[in-house]
């Protein structure tokens, strides 16, 4: 039996996962966010560790197993969520600075891009981790700070401080990591000015990387990435050109890319997609869409259009179109394709007769709108997309995606394909599979959903949609 940590932006999943790698015991724990200022977005690193332990504890009590009776952890995590804490005490310097925050907007735009995106793959956006660790280390002496992404701070915590470590998938996302050697960049170290003593060794996503002491049991960790390169992992995505979308808080468009970080893409960023054990590294071409499925939250919590986010898929499908009604959910900037942080979101096209249902057919819709620019900046021949994460559940929107993308949408039997992914990679390092065929072999498809919309109608809808596109990039 494994456990799978998923600790994402809205809660913490865990997963007991068996040796078919089904899902045998499950637990959630939600977490706070704060908003202290506008566009600032902040998490507590220690409920963010009570979550991890509230949940693995009802996993395991869900499981009817032990901590004794685990195999292996594996962790993967909202990535670029940047902690800085003191090594001495173990006590987090300040509160976690999620990667929806956009306080260093303007620091980004005096930032070398052509450097950036050639060393990290990346693009000089508030959204990667190094301008936030520059802007916690300028408000504290450095000098006995450790630096590290949420699995980091996990992996220090499971640990009780014995090891300070990161995987390679992780590391990439901070824009100090450089993709050709896998290693910490030392011009762009001195360019942040972060000094290595606070920096994480690197490490691969699946190899015994640490020992774990949880709940008086000794477990080894041996997998951890990023949530959405775990999810392209759980998604089975392990030939170049396979490409899964997971959508939650935002949209994250994954394909794996081979051996290689591949040449650069407009819009788009190159990462590592992960490394396992004495194998060399793995990547994806990567669209980030940041705000898709926090749209219906933001719908139903601002402005109590929804009694429920379920409840969209019912609401949307009422109406026979969007008679004209869109809605650009850049509530937190606009990621791929565009990357402009001070974008602000707006709703065009209304009318006397515009009904909630039509605000939140146009949130669905905009999620399968933003997919699909992100798979036309990607210029690749897709043949299919795989679907995961909560938003893969409603059946108008899945649909509305392969109508609008002229692809077909394929989601798994096991949505939970990010704690999945972890499961997997721990697995593989500690021989419970020994090969990622029989992880292949475990992927199963619930529900293919085929493209039926016209395409004349799709490009229509689609420019309407560009055309508030480009309103919302005027500010
Ligand atoms: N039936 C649904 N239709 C559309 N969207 C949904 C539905 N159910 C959940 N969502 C959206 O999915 C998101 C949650 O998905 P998921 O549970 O995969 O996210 P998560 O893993 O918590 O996200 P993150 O990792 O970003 O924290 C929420 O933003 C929610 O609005
Ligand atoms: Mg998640």
């Not at 520059?134 to 220090?156: I, K, M, N, P, Y």
């Not at 990010?418 to 090969?435: F, I, K, M, Y």
Request: hydrophobic share 45%.
């Amino acid at each position: 039996m494994i456990l799978a940590i998923d600790q994402g932006t809205t809660g913490t999943t865990c997963l007991v996962v068996d040796d078919e790698l089904r899902p045998r015991g499950r637990g959630y724990r939600e977490v706070t966010q704060h908003y202290p200022r506008p566009g600032w977005v902040e998490h507590d690193p220690d409920e963010l560790w009570d979550s991890v332990l509230g949940a693995a504890a009802a996993a395991l009590d869900n499981a009817r197993i032990r901590a004794q009776d685990l195999d292996a952890i594996g962790i993967t995590n909202q990535r670029e969520t940047t902690i800085v804490w003191e090594r001495l005490s173990g006590r987090p310097a300040h509160r976690a600075i999620v990667w929806q925050d956009r306080r260093t907007a303007e620091r980004c735009r005096e930032l070398p891009a052509d450097l950036i995106r050639d060393r990290t793959g990346l693009v000089p956006d508030p959204y990667f981790s190094a301008t936030k660790l520059e802007w916690l280390l300028s408000e504290r002496e450095s000098s006995d700070l450790a630096f590290g992404t949420v699995d980091s701070w996990l992996l220090w915590k499971l640990t009780g401080g014995e090891v300070h470590a990161t995987d390679v998938s992780n590391a990439s996302r901070t824009l100090l990591l450089n993709i050709h050697t896998l290693d910490w960049d030392e011009q762009l170290l001195e360019l942040f000015g972060v000094p290595p003593a606070v920096l994480p060794r690197v490490v691969s996503s699946s190899a015994a990387i640490a020992e774990a002491q949880l709940f008086e049991a000794r477990i080894p960790v041996a997998g951890i990435a990023g949530d959405q390169q775990a999810a392209l992992f759980g998604q089975a995505c392990f030939r170049p050109g396979q490409a899964k979308v997971t959508y939650g808080t935002g949209s994250f468009v994954l394909v794996n890319a081979g051996e290689t970080p591949g040449s650069d893409r407009e819009g788009l960023v190159r990462t590592v997609a992960w490394r396992l054990d004495g194998e060399p590294a793995v990547y994806a071409l990567e669209g980030s869409i940041f705000i898709t499925g926090a749209a219906l939250q933001w719908l139903r919590d601002g402005l109590g259009l929804l009694g429920s986010v379920a409840e969209s898929e019912a609401l949307a499908g009422s109406l026979d179109a969007n008679d004209g009604v869109y809605f650009v959910p850049a509530l937190a900037g606009l990621g791929s394709p565009h990357w402009v942080p001070e974008a602000r979101g707006l709703v065009t096209g209304l009318t006397a007769g515009t009904r909630p249902e039509h605000l939140v057919r146009a949130a669905l819709e905009a999620i399968a709108y933003q997919t699909r620019d992100v798979l036309d900046a990607m210029r690749l021949e897709l043949e299919v997309v795989r679907a995961d994460g909560g938003g893969s559940a409603n059946a108008f929107l899945m649909q509305f995606q392969a109508d609008i993308a002229g692809i077909p949408v394929e989601v798994p039997e096991e949505r939970e394909t990010t704690a999945l992914g972890a499961a997997a990679l721990a697995g593989l390092a500690v021989g419970t599979w020994s090969s990622q065929e029989e992880i292949a072999d475990a992927w199963r498809c619930a529900r293919r959903y085929e493209p039926a919309l016209g395409r004349e109608d799709a490009e229509r809808l689609l420019a309407e949609w560009r055309q508030a596109v480009r309103r919302a990039l005027l500010g």
